[in-house]
Structure formats: C-alpha cells, structure tokens
C-alpha cells in the first residue's frame, strides 16, 4: 500500500508532534459536542431535572445508620410484643399464639369442634356446672401468655388438657392406679374402676367411705363414683363393704339417714313434703334424684315393720297422700343429707311426732 | 502550506477510512465516564443551564461555556493514553 503522508512525516518530529495534538483535541471536542447535545435534549425534554429533589426531603428521607433501627429509622422487632384480641372472647393474646387460640376458641379442627360439642352439650345439660367448667377452662387455657405455656409444659403431665395426645396419657395412668386414688377420686374417668387387689385395707376404708365402690361383675374393678351412684344399689354397696371390711365395718352412713328421715317425715303432712321438695329440687341433678329413689326404694322394703306401722292406723283418705309423701320426702332430705351437711334441714321436735301419731292412731 | 493541509486530510481521511477515529472517538467516551470527567461537564452544564433559564438554553451556549472546561478537565493518563495510540496508529502507517 502506498501512503502519500510518508515522505512529508519524516522530515520534522514536530509537525508530526502539532498533528497528534491537533486530532486529539478534535476528538476532545467531539466528545464535549456529544455531551452538549445530550444535556440539551434532556433539558428541552424536561427531564434533565428530574433526579433533582430539594434539601427538606432529602433530609427527610435520609438514610438513618444506627444501631437497632432500620435505613427508616423504625424499630424492626417491635411485632414481637404484639398481641390480638380475639374477635370471639375478647380477650388480648401473643400475636404468635392467636391462631392456635383462634382455632380453639371457635372450635375450628376436628378435635378442637369435638371439644366444643361436649362443651356446648354439657352447657346446655346442666346450667349450674357451666360456670365451673368455664373457670376450669380459664385454668387450663395456656393461649394468655408465653410464661403461663412455658409453666404449662412443664406440668404436662398432670394437667388435664384437651389435646388427644394428653388424654392419652391419662387414660394410660387409669389402668395401674395406685393408692393415691381415695383423694382425687374426680380426677379420673368414672367409667374406669379401680381394682381392688392392689389397694391396702386403710386405702379400701377411706375409699368405701367416700365412693359407690362396688365391685363390677365384667371389669373386676370398683366403681368409683360417689356413694348415690344410680348404677348400684345400696344392697350391692352395702355387700362389697361386707366383704371387703368384714361384719364389723360401719353401715352405710345413707341408711341412717333414712331411717331418721322417715321417722320424722312420716307423720308429717303432704305440704311439708312439697316444700322439702321445693327447696331442695333446684341443687338435685338428674343422677342425685334418681340414686336417692333407689335408695329409698331400699330403705322401703328393708322396713316394713314401720311402714305398715304407720299406714295401718291411717285413715282411707290418707293413705295415698302419705305413702307418696314418703317415698317423695325420704328421697328429698336423703339428698339434702348427701349433697351437704350445712344446709339446715327443717327438724321436728319429738313432742309434735308422737302428738301426731296418737292422732292418727 | 498547501503541503501541509493536503497531508492533514490524507491524515484524516486514513483515520476514518480505517475506522481507527471511531475507535478513539469510543475509548475516550469510555475513559472520560470512568473518570467523572463527564458527571462534572453535567453539573457545570446545570449551573450554565439555571443561569440563562430552562427556556433560552441553545446547544451552542452550552457548547461555548462547556467546551474550554471540558478540554481543561480531561486527566493526564487519559490525554497520554490517547496522544499514545495516535502517536502509534500514525508511525504505524506513515513509516511503512
């Protein structure tokens, strides 16, 4: 290739050197010129200014560097101690504890619905318990506060709760009852029994005085609901005191009581009757009224001797009358016995009994 | 003279006929932003453009204010680096 600028380069360095500079500053200016014509448009564009904010926001978006702060100058862990209310019991829960609250509370999932059925169910059945059961579940209910579910835990296992998990436990513990069992008798399934064999003759008296106990013919176990227990009769009761005390063991304290109720009730008229009734009836459950018939029932043909006593010298009319009242009065103050032994009960004196009954003779 | 003008096009006409100005023209955008050269030109350029207001702004006042500061801003390495390779690409094709 040949170059027409070779001869006239090599003479003189410095107007080679000129030439150099010259091209350089040519291309400086091409650049300067390109800058221009951006700035240019941008401005005509309007959007030269755009990246431009005044002092006061800057100042109040700046970013904040300090130690437990975010670039916002918020505190970042502050949901920690938050807490909800719970829109169904009103109540303020740990933010982090309210959906597993929020499920129980509205009986959401299976087990927490079947909990909420019984619940419901037994509200309705018995009116009176209802508030004890609530403070109960106030009691048991860990959803409050991380310390009460952190004690919670470590109780585990003597605290009845409503997981499947926990119930499991306690039905596990039913089976080897130990001695233990005549001083919580409440704390255990009512289906379940106690075996007998392993208990010592003093655990079997505190437990016969306080419970049914009679021995079940399939399970071989004692019943441990209480002494009015509607499934056994005062006859099974009083055979299982008999062979596991012996002869010398106390009466059932039930048969006493009867006996002097009657001896004061009898002579009485229909109206005191009632009124017995009446005030007892609202403190009767269904189980109290219908253990207390049996008992009576009981205590009816164990005396005949009385009975017939005192409807021989009866007049016609007032036969009926009395009998019911019997039956009716014996099971109201038997109750009344059995249920609580503050309660006052309306007492006769002797004089107006044996007045009334020369009367009637 | 008439020499010297001729051998200044034949100059010119080599560089862009080779495609080595476009080259240059390219190296020292480059070198000009990485070196904030081009972000000063732009804050100058503001300071020109607020004191004759947004509406009256020309390309050519911009060119006349900006030009001198724009040469005079350029950094030594990059004026060296460039004069180096025009010094080069000339022996390069003048010597052969």
């Not at chain 1, 255990?188 to 392993?198: F, K, M, P, R, V």
């Not at chain 2, 010297?4 to 480059?30: V, Y």
Request: a neutral charge; charged letters at 30%; aromatic letters at 4%.
């Amino acid at each position: 290739m040949k170059m027409e600028d070779m001869p006239l380069s090599g003479p003189d360095n410095t107007r080679l050197e000129a030439l150099v500079h010259d091209i350089y500053s040519e291309l400086v200016e091409d650049a300067c010129l390109g800058l221009c014509f951006e700035v240019h448009r941008a401005v005509k564009q309007g959007s030269f200014f755009l990246d431009e904010t005044d002092q006061e926001s800057m100042k109040e978006f700046e970013i904040v560097d300090q130690p437990g702060v975010d670039i916002f100058g918020q505190v970042y862990n502050q949901w920690k101690n938050k807490e909800c209310e719970c829109p169904n019991c009103k109540r303020l829960i740990a933010a982090s504890r309210f959906a597993p609250h929020l499920e129980k509370c509205l009986g959401m999932g299976r087990n927490s619905s079947r909990i909420a059925n019984r619940r419901l169910a037994t509200n309705n059945n018995m009116s009176k318990s209802e508030s004890d059961q609530e403070d109960n579940d106030d009691l048991n209910d860990n959803d409050w506060s991380y310390g009460a579910e952190k004690k919670a835990k470590k109780r585990k296992s003597d605290k009845n709760q409503n997981s499947p998990r926990r119930s499991k436990s306690l039905k596990h513990k039913n089976g080897e009852l130990g001695g233990s069992v005549s001083s919580e008798p409440y704390k255990y399934n009512y289906n379940t029994g106690i075996s007998y064999e392993t208990l010592g003759p003093d655990d079997v008296r505190s437990l016969l005085t306080t419970q049914c106990g009679v021995i079940s013919e399939h399970t071989k176990k004692m019943c441990t609901r209480s002494q009015r227990c509607p499934q056994h009769t005062d006859e099974q009761r009083r055979a299982v005191r008999l062979f596991l005390l012996g002869p010398s063991a106390p009466s059932l304290p039930d048969a006493d009581a009867v006996v002097e109720s009657d001896s004061f009730d009898i002579p009485d008229g229909q109206t005191l009757m009632s009124r017995l009734q009446w005030e007892d009836s609202p403190d009767i459950s269904p189980t109290d009224s219908a253990s207390s018939k049996a008992s009576t029932n009981h205590s009816d043909s164990r005396r005949p001797k009385k009975k017939k006593t005192t409807s021989l010298g009866l007049n016609s009319g007032g036969i009926g009358g009395i009998g019911g009242s019997l039956s009716g009065g014996s099971s109201s103050s038997q109750s009344n016995i059995s249920l609580s032994t503050k309660k006052k009960r309306p007492k006769l004196s002797a004089p107006s009994i044996t007045s009334i009954y020369d009367d009637l003779n | 003279m008439s020499k010297d003008s001729q051998m200044r096009a034949a100059i010119n006409q080599k560089l862009i006929e080779m495609g080595e100005r476009e080259r240059l023209k390219e190296l020292l955008r480059a070198k000009l932003v990485e070196c904030g050269w081009k972000d000063q030109l732009k804050a100058h350029c503001k300071d020109v453009i607020k004191e004759k207001g947004l509406e009256h702004v020309t390309v050519e006042d911009l060119v006349t204010e900006v030009t001198p500061k724009g040469r005079a801003l350029v950094p030594d390495s990059v004026k060296k680096e460039l004069l180096q390779r025009i010094r080069a690409f000339l022996a390069q094709h003048a010597t052969l």
